[in-house]
């Protein structure tokens, strides 16, 4: 059986759209049943004719015995004694900077000399300085005078602590 083609080209469209029949219908959501807010049964009443409550108390724990054992004595450390090696790796400096010889007048003319030096190389520069290489001869005037003022009142420690920030910034103003 063949049809038409104006009867197939006018059928075609309802063919290809599907069936007239269906129709889209959500699909019922079943319900909760409704909440009733009912108020909750009162409690029964507590008896009266209960016996008192019965508390026991515990006996105390028996202290613990501590028997004290003298503390052990201290450990001794024997000092390596200095190969000749180490003596020769280092001539003067340890690891931990320059140890002074404990006279405080050899370590104050040390700083008085090291700040004479500094102020010397702070002079001695004749170039034009950036803003901020006049802030760090700022700063190493600042030291200088506040090591000054450390000597004149006997901290030669805290004079040579500023002698030695002095002096890193001037050799970084030097550069």
């Not at 008085?112 to 001695?124: H, M, P, T």
């Amino acid at each position: 059986m063949k049809l038409p083609v104006k009867f197939a080209v006018w059928l075609l469209p309802f063919l290809l759209a599907g069936c007239f029949h269906k129709t889209n219908q959500n699909p019922v959501q079943p319900l909760a049943p409704p909440i009733e807010d009912t108020p909750p049964p009162k409690p029964a009443s507590a008896p009266t004719n209960l016996p008192p409550p019965v508390v026991t108390v515990p006996p105390p724990a028996p202290e613990p015995t501590v028997q004290t054992e003298p503390p052990p004595p201290p450990v001794k450390h024997k000092k390596p004694k200095p190969t000749q090696q180490a003596s020769v790796e280092s001539p003067g400096v340890s690891a931990i900077g320059q140890l002074s010889s404990g006279d405080p007048s050899q370590m104050r003319n040390e700083t008085e000399a090291s700040l004479a030096a500094i102020d010397r190389g702070l002079n001695g520069i004749t170039r034009t300085l950036s803003d901020q290489e006049q802030k760090t001869a700022s700063q190493i005037r600042e030291f200088l005078k506040e090591a000054h003022t450390a000597l004149a009142s006997g901290d030669v420690d805290g004079a040579h602590t500023l002698a030695a920030k002095a002096k890193v910034l001037l050799g970084e103003l030097s550069q």
